[in-house]
């Protein structure tokens, strides 16, 4: 005979995983942080480690019931081996992992994380320990990868009014190449159809998170300068402490903000935002340095060296929690503010 209870499981069984996603914010992101620093280090532009993390993220977008595609565009760069030797040229494929969220307008949203990690250009950085196989580049930038895949996973089952456009992106660090390719995918139309490009790059490091929009547009799409000061009073409202460049170094003006793949955006002028973790008051306030000097920070940053952005070492140097800590902040603000964007209604914060 069969069990009253049956159909209700099966129910439960069938609707539990493709409804919202209880657990809290920046759980499946730190994870995802930590899986791609683990089982991915040295992740450089055009390597097959590089090949193997895109793999992984398009499986992991399968898993949440997208239809991801890899974008493959050539690289060229020359680098350095690690323990000295003669620079190498290195001619090769690197990919962006793409997926969408349709829209019943026309319109999009781009959010995008770079997923590679550093190589040594030049002698001095290979012999400093800049880039290489063993970086695991967690606060650069596995952990902006893992904040794109929860949102991506919390705002699969959605039916926006915009459709979301999620990039991760390859080969950041030789030049910005996967943000450049996928703008140069796009046709002039398809640009002006971009409401705004949000990116999130390196937040775990930094004193301080901060918002900023894109010095090329910040003039031109005032979207850029209210999106941020939304995001700023989203922050406020949930008690999480977000800034934005105070703007004491004449070459970043106050508000905007520098260097990671949003750039090839706004350069092409599609306004932008980005979310980043450092310090603008320290060092020569370029937003390069990211904490206090210390014996843990001889130079008071972590970029590109596989000693210092390795999961032990910051889960050791950095105040407690900040692995979880960041990663769940970035979910809380900008997953209402692509809701927002995107013409949702605000879902339930947990
Ligand atoms: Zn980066």
Known sequence: MRSPVAPLAVF?????????LAEPHGALAER?????????????????????????????????????????FPVTYSFHPLGGGDA?????????VVAEVAGRSERLIIVGAHYDT????????????IGGPALEGVDDNAS??????????????????????????????????????????MDEQERERVVLMINIDSIITGDRLYVHAGPSTIDSHPIAASTRDEALGIAAGLGIELRTNPGRNADYPEGTGCCSDQAAFDEAGIPVINLEATNWNL???DGYQQTEISDAFPAGETWHKARLDRLNYLQTHLPEGRL?????????ILLPLIEQLSGLPAADQD
């Open 283 to 285: 060092g020569d306030l």
């Open 12 to 20: 439960l069984v069938l609707v539990l995983p493709l409804t919202a």
């Open 144 to 185: 902006g990868t893992g904040a794109l895949l929860e949102l991506a996973r919390r705002l699969a089952d959605a039916e926006p009014e915009h459709g979301i456009r999620f990039i991760f992106f390859g080969a950041e660090e030789v030049g910005l190449l996967g943000a450049r390719h996928a703008v140069a995918e």
């Open 324 to 332: 979880g800590q960041r990663p769940a902040e970035v979910v809380a």
């Open 88 to 96: 190498r040229e290195r001619e090769a494929v690197s990919h962006n």
């Open 118 to 129: 550093a190589v040594a250009r030049n002698a001095g950085q290979a012999e400093a320990g």
């Open 32 to 72: 995802e942080m930590r899986a791609l620093a683990e089982q991915f280090p040295g992740r450089m532009a055009g390597s097959e480690r590089e090949r193997a993390a895109a793999e992984y993220l398009a499986g992991r977008l399968a898993d949440f019931g997208y239809e991801p595609v890899l974008r493959a």
